[in-house]
């Protein structure tokens, strides 16, 4: 290998890595790496693995661009420097560990519990894989002043990562996402890092703790009567080879259902998940051995979580009983409707409640919202924004529940995360509520449309991996930034909102006006149609998202599929006029 190709400063970060610092297997892959593969040494060091807002997620594999026992070592070692600044007056730090099915995550999650242990921090480490949700139960239920989860959601089984919670149960969010950054790229050296934790100081917690959960998940329902007369209603569940093996099929029994059936090649914990291409709840093709099943068996409705068991993808039946899936925002309106119904049928609303959604989310929630009187709050994208704005308005206003277009939703609030246990359950309930009826979810779904809308969103993403993919997402963004467009698929740009630069500017009137929401590199246009279309670079993933909604009133629901497709093939024209490929 001629070591000229490589990049020198390349070279010295790989070469660091052979040092006595690092086990014996490690240095041998970095080595193997410098003399044979120049270019996955180059993507393994260019850069460290950046511990971001919501922590770090990323390729495993030696190196210190890649997720490993190092890189999560020196990251809980800051995130451990940083709680013994902010909490050097308590006598007892504690902190709750989860981790997912993915591969070496109960490794990650055994090094993170033994970095703060040899730091004199006491660690809840479940004794097994555990859904997110559950975690940030949980360190609210011990009095933790942190958490972490192992896992990387719904990426590809070569990716990894790392959550970060603070004491409230929710991710990390200014000045603490900041500040724990900053002291986690202040650990320059793996010598820093204090590997040999003190076992006296980890806790394991398993199966009773989960029932002290699941009790809160129950306190939920609000149709006990309606799932005892609907019982038989016939479910088809897949956790995706992930943790909500562990939860949900109990929690739906749990709620009184009795006709679960579980996806069982599925429902086999296995990082490599072996039976999809991806994980993802979002994509049909990760549905479609539940959707066989239920077909087979002639069952009501599908459900899957992905891997860590906060998000959660639905398949209901169609006026032609075929099985469709429904999206994000779908499945959350109808989520809210139900809630914000039955709530004001039982006699609970009294005028101070809320729910929250983030700003790519559909605006038919708050419509929804506003219908009964319900305040409806808009956050940047991410669960950690809800989070806050219940943490704000806690003791004073009652949060129902909230979501977001990516398939997470919370109902109550002992958990701060998007949670797909409780979401499952509520979704089973809100089905039951339908066939109580006689009806589906996909004619209450109708029935929202003719009352509120018919609206249809699409994301669309831009996956540009590496370097020089991070390098095309910036400049794309700058582009849009510079000069926004003044007119798209025949509607006029009226509205142009810049949340990095903190502005909303009437593109017709000129007139400016601050954002009140943090800097956030995210920029909306709304069009004179009612139209809108948001760009944000995904905070996880190599990727730029472009979500997309577009609306009309509904007169008549035999009108419903006709007026689907118009909304869709607008959507299309606007995709096409903007060159997205």
């Known amino acids: 290998m001629n070591l000229n190709k490589i990049e020198p400063e390349i070279l010295k970060a790989a070469n660091s890595w052979l040092s006595n610092e690092f086990d014996q297997e490690t240095s ?9 593969d120049p270019v996955e040494l180059t993507e393994s060091f260019y850069r460290s693995l950046e511990f971001g807002t919501g922590g770090l997620r990323g390729i495993m594999g030696v190196g210190t661009n890649r997720m490993n026992k190092y890189t999560v070592g020196m990251a809980t070692q800051g995130l451990t420097n940083y709680l013994l600044q902010e909490f050097s007056e308590i006598n007892q730090i504690k902190v709750a560990i989860a981790h997912d099915s993915r591969n070496n995550s109960r490794y990650f999650a055994e090094i993170t519990a033994h970095v703060f242990a040899a730091n004199g921090i006491k660690v809840y480490l479940f004794d097994d894989l555990r859904p ?4 940030s139960f949980a360190i609210r239920h011990f009095g933790c002043q942190s958490g972490v989860v192992i896992t990387a959601s719904h990426n590809p089984k070569e990716y990894n990562g790392y959550k970060a919670y603070w004491d409230d149960g929710a991710q990390l969010i200014p000045p603490h996402d900041k500040n724990v950054i900053k002291e986690v790229n202040k650990i320059e050296s793996i010598s820093s890092v204090k590997f040999e934790g003190n076992n006296d100081l980890i806790e394991i917690i398993g199966k009773e703790f989960d029932d002290i959960y699941l009790k809160e998940v129950m306190a939920l329902s609000l149709n006990p009567d309606v799932i005892q007369r609907q019982k038989d209603l016939k479910i088809v569940y897949t956790p995706l080879h992930g943790t909500g093996t562990v939860l949900v099929p109990e929690c ?20 490599n998940f072996p039976t999809v291409d991806s994980p993802n709840p979002e994509e049909h093709s990760a549905l479609a051995m539940a959707i066989k099943l239920a077909d087979d068996i002639s069952a009501n409705l599908v459900m899957a979580t992905d891997p860590d068991a906060d998000r959660v993808g639905i398949a209901v039946r169609d006026n032609e009983g075929k099985f469709i899936l429904l ?6 309106a109808i989520l809210i409707f139900y809630l914000l119904s039955q709530w004001k049928k039982n006699d609970k609303l009294s005028g101070n409640e809320f729910i929250v959604k983030t700003v790519v989310t559909s605006e038919i929630l708050k ?8 305040d409806c709050y808009d956050v940047l994208t991410g669960f950690k924004w809800i989070a806050d704005i219940i943490k704000e308005l ?14 997470g939703y919370l109902i109550g609030d002992f958990v701060r995360d998007k949670d797909a246990v409780s979401a499952c359950a509520m979704i089973a309930e809100t089905a039951a509520w339908a066939a109580d009826q006689n009806k589906t979810l996909y004619d209450i779904l109708q029935d929202i449309s003719l009352e509120y809308g018919l609206y249809v969103e699409k994301l669309k993403s831009l996956v540009r991996k590496g370097k020089s993919g991070a390098e095309e997402i910036q400049e794309i963004m700058d582009n849009y930034r510079k000069t926004p467009p003044k007119q798209i698929n025949g509607s006029m740009v009226i509205i142009f909102k810049d949340y990095y630069q903190g502005i909303e500017k009437n593109l017709v009137t000129g007139q400016l006006s601050k954002l009140e929401l943090p800097k956030s590199n995210v920029l909306q246009f709304f069009l004179e149609d009612g139209s809108k279309i948001s760009v944000r670079p995904s905070g996880t993933e190599p990727k730029i998202k472009y979500y997309f909604s577009v609306n009309q009133a509904l007169k008549d629901k035999n009108e419903y599929l006709k007026q689907l497709s118009r909304l869709e093939q607008a959507i299309d024209s606007i995709i096409a006029e903007l060159e997205i490929d």
């Open 327 to 332: 999206n994000g925002n779908q499945t959350a």
């Open 394 to 407: 806690e003791g004073k206003k009652v949060f129902i529940g909230g979501g977001e277009e990516s398939y």
């Open 132 to 135: 997110t949700p559950e975690l």
């Open 252 to 271: 739906l029994r749990a709620f009184g259902f009795e006709n679960i059936f579980s996806v069982e090649e599925q429902s086999i914990p296995d990082g």
């Open 28 to 36: 041998a892959k970095v080595k193997d790496l410098i003399e044979n």
């Open 367 to 374: 419509k929804i919202a506003d219908s009964f009187h319900v």
